[in-house]
């Protein structure tokens, strides 16, 4: 091999071992955002839905009522119902309030249920379009199944009649009971109507006021909040969208309506990539369930956790007299107390930089659920853990 091969031989090693050494210096990518559509990350004020709410009977049902001297407004609705259709059932004097009460108490009702009747009214609904109701049992019904809602009306917060529901309820449980024994699976004291009410008014609803709308978002972020102003400027052109706080935008919008529904529809489809959400740890203390999102972080720490548990077992003692005695067996409860601490020694928490890392480190602990909510508050308290705690 002649000098100068040598030489751009070494020159080239040199080159690669550089190149080698600067890729492994660089650090790892981070992930790209993922971009989402506006209509994911915000919402239009003024469009929103309004809850109904109405009280109603549901007929029909198989002996699975409500019990009438447990539920007297069951029978006090049905009488005024009846009323209402020209049917009296007290044949006594309208002016005795007693022969009243008293004809009331005498009806025995297995068939009929007091419920409450709810359903959304969602935004731009006119008048004859058809909306779900759920109808929930009041009382103490045993079964909804096979039921039929009575026309109910369904009013909003001003106290006007919006829709009116009636139709047959549809029930996903099932149960049976004989002799004191008794099967159910689900829920039995709740349906729905599907498409069961009909809307009767409708609710004025104006997005646009003096030439403008606004955007609310759904989880209130600066950043988010700058980058949608960016993305509809750069869509629409400079001036369109104003930021009024971290979760207000203001938006100039067209004057015609028919312009509006094509702005909106434009503007729903921007593609608008969110900033990284903030280090939150979410601890279901119903269940127990412990959920956190990518953002959380470690510090070096370290951690002693010791269960304490308490056991009582209760034996029965058969005390028997003697043959012809005349004494009684007595029968006495011997119980035995066990009280146990676990030794809870010390570990060493390493510190995590990605959720992987938490992860890893958490599980060292070998800690159930409920033991890990205490010690990540107790992480959080001491400064250890990178996260904001929520508690549902």
């Not at 559509?37 to 469009?47: E, F, M, P, S, W």
């Not at 689900?186 to 709308?213: C, H, K, P, W, Y």
């Not at 009582?312 to 003697?322: A, H, L």
């Not at 890893?360 to 010690?375: Q, R, V, W, Y």
């Amino acid at each position: 091999m002649s000098f100068i091969s040598f030489r751009r031989l070494r020159h080239c090693g040199l080159v690669c071992l550089v190149f080698a050494l600067a890729c492994g210096a660089l650090p790892p990518a981070a992930p790209a955002a993922h971009a989402e559509r506006l209509k994911d990350l915000v919402a239009i004020q003024g469009v929103r839905d309004n809850p109904l709410i109405g009280y109603g009977l549901v007929v029909g049902l198989d002996g699975t009522g409500d019990q009438t001297t447990q539920t007297p407004f069951t029978t006090q609705t049905l009488a005024n119902m009846l009323a209402n259709l020209g049917i009296s059932i007290n044949n006594q004097s309208a002016g005795s309030s007693n022969n009243s009460t008293s004809a009331l108490t005498s009806i025995q009702l297995k068939n009929v249920a007091a419920v409450m009747v709810t359903a959304v009214l969602p935004p731009f609904a006119r008048p004859g379009e058809a909306i779900d109701v759920t109808v929930s049992s009041l009382g103490n019904a045993k079964s909804l199944r096979g039921g039929t809602l009575l026309l109910t009306p369904m009013k909003g917060a001003d106290g006007s009649v919006y829709a009116l529901a009636q139709g047959n309820l549809a029930v996903g449980g099932a149960g049976a009971s004989a002799n004191g024994s008794r099967v159910q699976v689900n829920q039995l004291a709740a349906g729905r109507i599907a498409a069961g009410a009909i809307v009767e008014r409708s609710v004025q609803t104006s997005i646009t006021q003096d030439g403008t709308m606004q955007l609310e978002l759904n989880d209130m972020d600066y950043d988010t909040t700058q980058r949608i102003v960016a993305a509809v400027n750069n869509a629409f052109g400079q001036g369109t969208a104003t930021p009024l706080d971290g979760r207000t935008i203001q938006l100039r919008a067209p004057a015609d309506p028919a312009q509006q529904v094509s702005f909106m529809a434009q503007l729903e489809d921007l593609d608008v990539k969110p900033a990284q959400a903030a280090a939150k740890v979410v601890l279901n203390a119903r269940t127990g369930s412990i959920v956190m999102n990518q953002m959380v972080t470690l510090e070096n720490c370290a951690v002693a956790h010791g269960n304490l548990s308490v056991v009582v077992n209760t034996t029965p003692v058969v005390s028997q007299p003697g043959a012809f005695s005349g004494g009684q067996t007595v029968v006495a409860q011997q119980s035995q107390i066990q009280l146990k601490q676990d030794n809870g020694a010390m570990k060493y928490v390493k510190a995590g930089a990605n959720l992987a890392d938490v992860v890893k480190a958490l599980n060292a602990l070998g800690a159930t659920p409920a033991d890990l909510m205490s010690i990540l508050q107790a992480m959080k308290a001491a400064g250890a853990l990178r996260a904001e705690l929520e508690i549902i």
